[in-house]
Every structure is written in structure tokens, then in C-alpha cells.
């Protein structure tokens, strides 16, 4: 079985701040700092770091020299990266005195991936290879439609959620890695339980899990169980790409059975909330213990 993480990847710059800036305001931040990052990069990092054999497809631009080389430097297969005349993406992040954050991507070359890029590379996949996709690329249903032809296995994390999330059929997915914010665009609920309720009685064959921050993490699997867990409570410094770093961790540990990855995975986001940055944050799979 072959993971792939067909993705974003940009390039974060990091400024720290009192107060996330309002509107109107000028703001001087007291420290700014450049990571690698963006959603599909960080997740790659997190499944290999977990000690999955990664594969990262995306689009990266000229500058895109030290994403690639992080990718190599974690023993990510690169053979399916393109390259552009462009600028890679970029994300302006603000994290604040308690470590949250606010963030504005750039979409730059994660935006020119095309279908016949799509047809390329998935030919080198099949039938129960995992693609993990989140929602910072190009032809995303595209790619969705591609894979469950192929008969691959479908996990989504559809962030940032936007109107390219409503364009998919996601009966097609298997697994949904969602937040609060997505779970109630997608469903019309706030209160998780109905969340988790109403996705299973519109997609029955989808295991969702929904990560609640500080309040844990539940999910409902095929048969209509909830399971919760709660958070590792740790001082948090900055809380980006924590989301990122349960995902990859949650589905590399994903054959080990549900309760088993969930416990691996809110262990690696608690210590990923506790450093700087967003890949740079990703525990190993040695710390985890
Ligand atoms: O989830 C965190 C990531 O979101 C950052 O690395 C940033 O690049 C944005 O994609």
C-alpha cells in the first residue's frame, strides 16, 4: 500500500505578535521568521516522520528549492513534484501571545496543477493506495474523481474550507478529517455530536474524524459508534500546522485501528502545539513515547 499526499506547499512567513492585527490597525510584530509549510507539505512531513513511506505530489515554484529539500531530508519520494516559472505559494501568518494564529495563503504554483498533471501521476497508483488531499490546490474534485475510479482510498481534510469543497461528491471519500468550522459549513450543525450524526446518515460509509482543540478529538466510524477522546493539554506557544501533524499522524497509524490512531495522533499535535512553526513543529515518532 502506497500513501501518497497530493498537496500544497508553501512557504510561511511567520510574524509574532501582541494581538492578531484588526481592521484599520498597523501592528509592529516583536519576531519574523520564514518555515516550510502549507497543508499538503506539513501532512507529508507528519506521515513520514510517523515512519510511513511518503510519496508528495504538488507543484512548487523558482523558490521552492527549501521545500524540497525538507521533503528529501524527511526520505519523501519527489518524483511527482512539478516545477514552475512561478513564485510558490506563501502564507502571511500571525500567531499571537497565546499561539493562535491567523493566516492569508498566496496560492501561487499550487494552483497550476492540471487535469493531464492529475492523469500523470496517479497512473503510477491503484486500487487501495491511500491519496490524502486537503484544499489548497488546483482541480481538487478532479483529483477526487480520478482516484475513486482507481479505486484508491480517499482521505480528505477539506481546509481551508470554500466553495471548491461543495463542488465534491464526498460519498466518494473515505475518510474526513474535519474541524469544528468545516464540520458545521458541511453539515449546518455546531454541536459535534450532530455533526457526526448527521455526515453518518448522509455518507454511512465514511468514517469522519472531527478534532475539537482543546476539547479533543470524536468520531463516528461505519457503524454509527462516537468515540471521544480528549486533548494532551500542553503549554501551547503556536498552534499552526497541529491540525496537520494529527492528520498525518492519524493516518499513518490508521491500519492499527481507529482508538489506537487517535491516541498516537493527539500526542504529536499536543507536542506540535508546544514548538514554532508549522512543519518544523512535527514531532518524530520516537518523541511520541
Ligand atoms: O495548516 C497550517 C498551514 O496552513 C501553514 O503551514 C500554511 O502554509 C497554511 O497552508
Known amino acids: 500500500m502506497k500513501y501518497l499526499v497530493f498537496g500544497s506547499a508553501n512557504i510561511d512567513k511567520v510574524y509574532n505578535v501582541e494581538e492578531i492585527v484588526k481592521k484599520g490597525q498597523t501592528i509592529s510584530s516583536s519576531k519574523q521568521s520564514i518555515f516550510a509549510g502549507g497543508k499538503g507539505f506539513n501532512q507529508a512531513i507528519a506521515l513520514a516522520r510517523s515512519k510511513t513511506e511518503t510519496y508528495f505530489a504538488g507543484c512548487l515554484g523558482k ?9 528529501k531530508k524527511d526520505n519523501i519520494n519527489t518524483d511527482y ?5 512561478n513564485d510558490c505559494g506563501h502564507a502571511i501568518i500571525q500567531v499571537d501571545k497565546n499561539g493562535d494564529n491567523s493566516i492569508i495563503i498566496a496560492p501561487g504554483s499550487n494552483f497550476e496543477i492540471y487535469k493531464e498533471d492529475i492523469d500523470n501521476i496517479l ?3 491503484d486500487k487501495q493506495d491511500l491519496i490524502l488531499l486537503q484544499n ?16 484508491m482510498i480517499i482521505a480528505l481534510n477539506p481546509s481551508p474550507y470554500n466553495d471548491a469543497i461543495n463542488q465534491i461528491d464526498l460519498s466518494k471519500v473515505d475518510i474526513l478529517l474535519i474541524n469544528e468550522v468545516e464540520g458545521k459549513e458541511i453539515s449546518g450543525y455546531e454541536d459535534y455530536e450532530m455533526i457526526l450524526k448527521v455526515l453518518h446518515k448522509k455518507y454511512p460509509k465514511m468514517l469522519v474524524v472531527l478534532t475539537l ?15 471521544h477522546k480528549d486533548a494532551v ?12 501533524t494529527f492528520t498525518g499522524y492519524f493516518i499513518s497509524n490508521f491500519e492499527k485501528g481507529l ?15 508546544s514548538r514554532q512553526g508549522a512543519s518544523s513543529s512535527i ?4 518523541e511520541i513515547k
Open 259 to 273: 482508538i489506537e490512531a487517535i491516541d498516537i495522533a493527539n500526542k504529536a499535535a499536543a507536542i506540535s502545539v
Open 81 to 85: 513534484i512539478k516545477r514552475s516559472d
Open 213 to 227: 482543540g482543546s476539547k479533543g478529538v470524536s468520531c463516528i466510524n461505519k457503524e454509527g459508534i462516537i468515540y
Open 136 to 151: 489548497e490546490i488546483s482541480n481538487l474534485k478532479y483529483i477526487i474523481d480520478k482516484a475513486y475510479e482507481l479505486e
Open 233 to 244: 493539554l500542553v503549554r501551547t506557544v503556536d498552534t499552526t500546522g497541529a491540525g496537520d
Open 283 to 286: 514531532p518524530y515518532k520516537e
Open 123 to 125: 497512473l503510477n497508483f
Open 63 to 71: 523558490d521552492g528549492d527549501l521545500l524540497i529539500d525538507q521533503l
